[in-house]
Every structure is written in C-alpha cells, then in structure tokens.
C-alpha cells in the first residue's frame, strides 16, 4: 500500500507541476502585458497542490513498509522502462512538433499539437503504470486539442488549449490527492 501510495503521490506532483505549466503558458499567450498577475495564477494553484503533496507526503511516510512481491517487483520494473521510454518518444515528439510548426510559421497548431502528444502519453502509460484514470486524462488532452480548433477554425488557439490542458491536469492532481488522502486514512475503529 505504501509503495502505490507513494507513486500515486509522485502522479500528483507531476499533474500539479505541467498543469502549472500549461496555466502559464495559456495565460501568458493571452498576451495581457497590462495584467502581468495573470501569470502568477497558475503558479499559485500548482504551489499549492505541490504543498498539498508534501503534506500527505508525510501520512505516506508513517505507514508501515510493505514487501512487494516478486511478480509486483517484475510489473514495476517494466512499468518504469515503459515510462522511459515513453516520455523519451514524447519529448523527441514535443522537440518535432516545436520545430516543425516553427518552420512553417504556423505557431497556431502548437499547443494543439503538443497536447494530443500529452494525451497519446497517457494512454500508452496507463496499462504499464496500473492507472486506468490515465486513459480519461489522456482522452480529455486530446478532446481539447481536437475540439478548440474544430469549434474556433479561426485564431489562435494557444490560451484555450493552454487553460483547458491546465484544468484537466490540475483536476488529476486533485484527484490523486484524494486517493492518497483516503489511502493514508486510519481505519473507523469506533464502529
């Protein structure tokens, strides 16, 4: 239980840390020089999931250490290469994108496009990681990425996709907290 708890903690901070980032870089697309607080907003809602983070770190910590059995010691192994792996392919994917719409002057597609990676991350990692949820988070990143420039054709589509993306990450960490929350909750001994 520890050791689950632990990696659903870790699924906390990273959602709460690119959540922060994709608030930051929808807000800052906004282009509002005259507002530069705006910017700070996300910063501010990542600060404190992570806070939230380390606090629950330490109800994660006091539960009694558990041994994993060999075949869960297998599955891990596998789930962490998977991981490499796989966040490797999304950031060559990412370095592409960045390249290839940059070529073409067309910063528009961007955001869209690298939320889509995002997304198709998520579902490769569910399976190996044992997150389930990861296919919703993945399936949402990729309804944004599709659905803003479907329901805007015209425009650039960065603040949207950037906010939204923001949401959807920040939402999981909310969530993953919760779990760890109730995972670290001690049993009802009144009843």
């Not at 528009?108 to 399976?127: C, D, N, R, S």
Request: proline share 7%; with cysteine; hydrophobic share 50%.
């Amino acid at each position: 239980m520890k050791r689950r708890l632990t990696q659903v903690l870790g699924g906390a901070l990273v959602f709460a840390t690119f959540g922060s980032a994709w608030g930051a870089y929808g807000a800052y697309s906004l282009g509002r020089t005259d507002r530069p607080w705006l910017l700070a907003i996300p910063l501010v809602i990542g600060m404190i999931l992570i806070m939230g983070s380390t606090k629950l770190q330490r109800r994660v910590e006091a539960l009694p250490a558990d041994l994993p059995s060999p075949e869960a010691e297998q599955r891990e192994a596998r789930g962490r290469k998977l991981f490499t792996v796989v966040n490797i392919a999304q950031a060559l994917a990412i370095f592409l994108t960045v390249q290839v719409w940059s070529n073409l002057h067309r910063p528009e597609y961007l955001a869209p496009t690298i939320a889509v990676i995002v997304g198709l991350h998520f579902f490769a990692l569910a399976k190996p990681m044992e997150f389930p949820s990861y296919v919703v988070v993945g399936g949402l990143l990729c309804l944004v990425a599709v659905g803003v420039p479907l329901a805007a054709p015209a425009g650039d589509w960065t603040p949207l996709v950037g906010l939204s993306s923001a949401a959807i990450l920040w939402v999981a960490a909310l969530h993953r907290l919760h779990e760890v929350l109730e995972g670290t909750r001690p049993p009802d001994s009144a009843r």
